[in-house]
């Protein structure tokens, strides 16, 4: 019998550890979910290990894209659902099956959380594209998406993409662009292709940038309620926009205060 699946990937980059700090985040984000998966009956599917060897010509955050559906094939595992989640990303241990919120589209959060990183990744590969008018409203962030067999031949088609153009990405990524990786061309790569797209997911299930102390911080006129904002209004907590050894930092030091409620 299918089941949705969590597409977890957590690739380590060893030229990035030096750079950027560590990966030890991992292990928190690996926990959440695997407790989220067997709370809501689905099957946790840890991607680590890169199909392309050459970090640097196949960035992580491309494979986890263009390698999922190959991936979940080769592994021979029966999927309905996927959603492909990065690992900076902690659930709730409350947090609703959002499977049941997708009316079987292609469902991403709205990235809104940076506009002009945002603004300037479309105009730097606005080329690329043809000049295609991408419509920034629709710009999803590809860290968190919902998708089905039905969107099997878009992921294939966004591979051939990459194989076919990989040293021009690579020189945008770098040189010309220097904003993100796979998910400006994901999102022409949606438009394009005129997918349809759900962007009504709950702003509950996309907490970004958790270093912000306001996420920490409680309505301090009701005295008797001193839980934090994150806790007590979102789902899915994101710790974005930070170096890799703050990340760890802090996920580390909350999975000490809320990690027994993972069991």
């Not at 999927?79 to 990065?86: F, Q, T, V």
């Not at 990989?166 to 662009?177: G, P, R």
């Not at 996420?215 to 839980?227: G, H, I, P």
Request: aromatic share 18%; with cysteine; glycine share 4%.
């Amino acid at each position: 019998m299918s089941k949705n699946v969590i597409w977890w990937t957590a690739i380590v980059n060893p030229s990035h550890v030096e750079k950027y700090g560590g990966f030890g985040y991992f292990e928190y984000s690996r926990k959440a979910w695997k407790h989220w998966c067997k709370k809501n009956d689905c099957i946790f599917v840890d991607f680590t290990e890169p199909i392309e060897k050459d970090l640097n010509r196949f960035r992580p955050n491309w494979q986890k894209a263009i390698f999922v559906f190959d991936e979940l094939e080769r592994r021979n595992i029966d999927y309905n659902k996927i959603a492909l989640i990065d690992s900076t990303a902690i659930p709730h241990w409350e947090c609703p099956n959002f499977f049941d919120l997708t009316d079987d589209r292609f469902t991403a959060w709205r990235d809104i959380d940076n506009m002009k990183w945002v603004h300037d990744s479309i105009v730097g590969y606005k080329d690329f594209f043809d000049g295609f008018e991408l419509d920034s409203m629709k710009y999803i962030n590809s860290g968190f998406m919902i998708f089905n067999k039905s969107h099997r031949e878009f992921f294939q088609s966004l591979k051939q993409l990459y194989y076919d153009n990989v040293e021009k990405f690579m020189e945008l990524q770098d040189v010309k662009v220097k904003k993100g990786n796979d998910q400006t061309p994901i999102n022409y790569w949606l438009q394009i292709n005129d997918i349809d797209v759900n962007l009504d997911l709950p702003i509950a299930y996309n907490l970004t940038h958790m270093n912000r102390k306001e996420m920490f911080s409680y309505n301090w006129q009701l005295d008797e309620d001193r839980t934090p904002f994150f806790l007590k209004y979102g789902y899915l907590w994101r710790f974005t926009g930070m170096p890799k050894d703050q990340r760890t930092d802090l996920m580390s030091q909350l999975w000490e205060a809320i990690g027994g409620k993972y069991v």
